[in-house]
């Protein structure tokens, strides 16, 4: 046990050390986020009060959080492939530990790194003038913490079934620009069509979403209760199908 | 400690153990056993079976039939202790670049639950051995190709493992390089004890490193033994004669009484015989009566390349030729 727990953790450090290494992929990943707040927060910022939304930034704030930990998560999971393609994956999984503790190694340590880019996102967030408190903050930090374990899960069990980085633009596009747009991140579903608003609440990330601008803000469309319980299903879902998948890679 | 019965431990026992892919039998009932502490060749061209051999050994694929035991252990039923048991340098480089030498090995340490307070100990006792000892904080993208491969050696034997596999270790690097990489896998053999298992199709590098050898081609063992037991098994000298000999040139020559062999391929007639120097001049008398043009003439020993073209008829080089093969070559170096 003992032995799984230091595989676990030296697996998750292996994740932090390439994050720090790694300082365009952490500007390069901020730089989107960034973007949306300054711009699209900023102008939308006097047309969405007259629709009767109240304030944009405070809105979107907790939204774009929500992307960047999607994002970062996705890609950290992802990022299996790569290890697959440049051979490091084999020296895993030859060595005497599971193959769950490499997948929990994986998850955790991907899970941080996102949970850190969310960290600075909502650094820049409030820089940049969106009202937004800050109650429990280890709730908070526990609630991103799931929702990264939760995508970072779905990345890996998508890298398991790949072969090769080809795949990653159709993930990209087809995968994670609809979750993020249905999730309510950047506008309020509640008042959307049925179509967009019934497969929104198909979409954890609502779920994240609405959990974040909760704690955030105070307020949701979806209760703080129900955010938490969906993402905990799903999370475990996508640990499973991970874990599932990641097993039936032979080498 | 383990019980022998009377004969030397053994590393390595396989039991007509295969390994099938759609129908192709890409390892075939192969049924060896290895000594404990010998540098062991599995030797062959490529797509021989030997890395998918090597693959059920170190419990990475499983066998579609038969079994076999690494250190002692069953490699289905207790592939954890045959893991603990091993180290490995797979063929294609499995080092995380962005990392630094020093944290690949801590991180294989952890994973194979080496004591905290040995870790330091050994890591620097083994990267000496493999002379990276100066470039334990540079990362491993900006490593050669070369040292690639030593700090995975070493990385190998970090938890210090019964039996290395090493698979291909010199494939990819130049001859230099090469040379030294055979001059560690010796100087651990000697001063660690470990049993090697190495993979490769550079015939002669094997000669000069491996104790004891098996041939494989298309799934089998086709030869088994020392070095010099192959190639004394064949027997004389070899006598090879470039010329634009015809085939019935061929079938004359063989059917001479002193004449053990005769191979043709790419020009060349081997000719294997005994006392070899006093046979040139006969050849060659013959020759001539039968209006053949000689180009050159040289006198061997027999080699292991010898050996594999007794055995099949052909050498490892027109393997090496295949198209596919070159394919994978190319990509090979493309990752680097």
């Not at chain 1, 932090?16 to 973007?35: A, D, T």
């Not at chain 1, 929500?66 to 084999?90: A, E, H, T, Y």
């Not at chain 2, 998918?52 to 490699?75: E, Q």
């Not at chain 2, 970090?158 to 690097?173: M, Q």
Request: glycine share 10%; charged share 20%.
């Amino acid at each position: 046990m003992n032995r799984e727990i230091e595989g676990i953790y030296i697996l998750w450090k292996r994740e932090l050390l390439r994050f720090y290494r790694s300082k365009s992929r952490i500007i390069g990943s901020l730089g989107m986020p960034f973007f949306f707040l300054a711009i699209l927060g900023t102008g939308l910022n006097n047309v969405f009060p007259m629709a009767g939304g109240g304030n944009y930034m405070q809105f979107i704030a907790p939204g774009i959080i929500g992307m960047v930990l999607m994002f970062g998560s996705i890609f950290s999971g992802v990022i299996v492939i790569m290890d697959r393609q440049f051979g490091f994956l084999k020296e895993t999984l030859v060595a005497p530990i599971s193959r769950l503790s490499i997948v929990l190694g994986k998850a955790f340590g991907g899970a941080t790194t996102a949970v850190l880019q969310g960290v600075l996102i909502m650094l820049i967030a409030l820089l940049l003038g969106a009202q937004i408190q800050f109650g429990n903050i280890l709730l908070l930090l526990f609630f991103m913490l799931l929702i990264s374990v939760m995508f970072v899960s779905l990345g890996i069990a998508i890298a398991s079934m790949l072969e090769d980085m080809h795949g990653f633009q159709l993930i990209s596009n087809f995968l994670i620009m609809p979750l993020f747009f249905l999730s309510g991140a950047l506008f309020p579903l509640s008042s959307a069509p049925w179509p967009l608003s019934t497969a929104s609440m198909l979409d954890p990330l609502t779920y994240g979403v609405n959990g974040l601008r909760f704690l955030l803000t105070g307020q949701s469309d979806i209760a703080f209760g129900t955010c938490l319980a969906v993402i905990g299903i799903f999370t475990a879902v996508f640990i499973g199908l991970a874990i599932f998948l990641f097993n039936r890679i032979e080498d | 400690m383990k019980l022998s019965s009377g004969t030397a431990a053994k590393a390595i026992e396989t039991n007509a153990l295969s390994k099938h892919y759609n129908g192709l039998k890409a390892v075939d009932a192969i049924s060896l056993s290895i000594d404990e502490g010998t540098i062991f060749g599995l030797l062959g061209p490529n797509g021989a079976g030997k890395t998918t051999l090597i693959s059920m050994l170190v419990t990475m694929r499983k066998p579609t039939s038969g079994s076999a035991k690494v250190n002692g252990f069953d490699i289905t039923r207790q592939a954890d202790s045959v893991r603990k048991s091993i180290g490995i340098v797979f063929q294609d480089p499995s080092l995380d670049d962005e990392l630094t030498a020093m944290e690949n090995l801590e991180l294989h340490a952890a994973l194979y639950n080496v004591p905290r307070q040995e870790r330091k100990e050994r890591i620097e006792e083994l990267v000496k051995l493999v002379g990276l000892e100066k470039h334990l904080k540079m990362q491993v993208k900006k490593f050669s190709g070369g040292m690639k491969r030593r700090l995975e050696i070493a990385r190998g034997l970090v938890h210090h493992p019964k039996i290395l596999f090493l698979d291909e270790p010199t494939i990819g690097l130049d001859p230099q390089t090469r040379a030294g990489i055979w001059d560690y896998i010796k100087k651990l053999n000697e001063s660690e004890g470990i049993t090697i298992i190495l993979t490769t199709h550079y015939m002669d590098e094997a000669d000069k490193v491996c104790q004891k050898a098996a041939i494989i081609d298309s799934g089998k063992i086709i030869a088994m033994g020392s070095p010099e037991e192959l190639k004394n098994g064949l027997g004389g000298d070899i006598i090879s004669i470039k010329c634009d000999a015809h085939e019935g040139c061929r079938e004359k020559l063989a059917g001479l009484s002193w004449v053990k062999a005769v191979l043709k391929h790419d020009g060349i007639l081997n000719v294997r015989v005994e006392k070899g120097e006093e046979k040139i001049p006969k050849l060659l008398a013959l020759m001539e009566k039968n209006g053949v043009n000689v180009e050159s003439v040289s006198l061997r020993k027999p080699s292991l390349d010898d050996v594999f073209l007794h055995f099949t008829g052909r050498t490892i080089r027109e393997d090496e030729a295949k198209p596919a093969d070159a394919m994978r070559l190319r990509r090979k170096f493309m990752r680097r």
